[in-house]
Nanobody, 126 residues
Framework: QVQLVESGGGLVQAGGSLRLSCAAS????????MGWYRQAPGKERELVAT???????YYADSVKGQSTISIDNAKNTVYLQMNSLKPEDTAVYYC????????????????????WGQGTQVTVSS
């Protein structure tokens, strides 16, 4: 029902910046919020930031002041601007979309609650 495709990952030196993008397709009108998660080798997947379609944001303490999440509803795309990157930011970053149930049609057609992209690798070298 919702497909997510991430882009923008890559190799960057410590102190550098990256801008991740996630384009959503499918039943985008039923998306209530989107976000970014990351998973480092041997670690659990953790929340980075989320944003509602209305623009309300939430950031993990570890990235406050470093990363900025934004959304372009017209393009059905969420972005994560990451600055002052550190080696510990190295991880696979996953885009997430949450299915909303306020609208009747969205409630009736829901198949999953959370949708995930394939992930994009971010590697920060020292």
């Amino acid at each position: 029902q919702v497909q997510l495709v991430e882009s923008g990952g890559g190799l960057v030196q410590a102190g550098g910046s990256l801008r991740l993008s996630c384009a959503a397709s499918g039943a985008t009108r039923c998306i209530s919020a989107m976000g970014w998660y990351r998973q480092a080798p041997g670690k659990e997947r953790e929340l980075v930031a989320t944003i509602t379609v209305g623009g309300d944001t939430y950031y993990a303490d570890s990235v406050k002041g470093q990363s900025t999440i934004s959304i372009d509803n017209a393009k059905n795309t969420v972005y994560l601007q990451m600055n002052s990157l550190k080696p510990e930011d190295t991880a696979v970053y996953y885009c997430n979309a949450r299915w909303g149930t306020v609208q009747f049609m969205c409630r009736m057609t829901r198949k999953e609650y959370d949708y995930w992209g394939q992930g994009t690798q971010v590697t920060v070298s020292s």
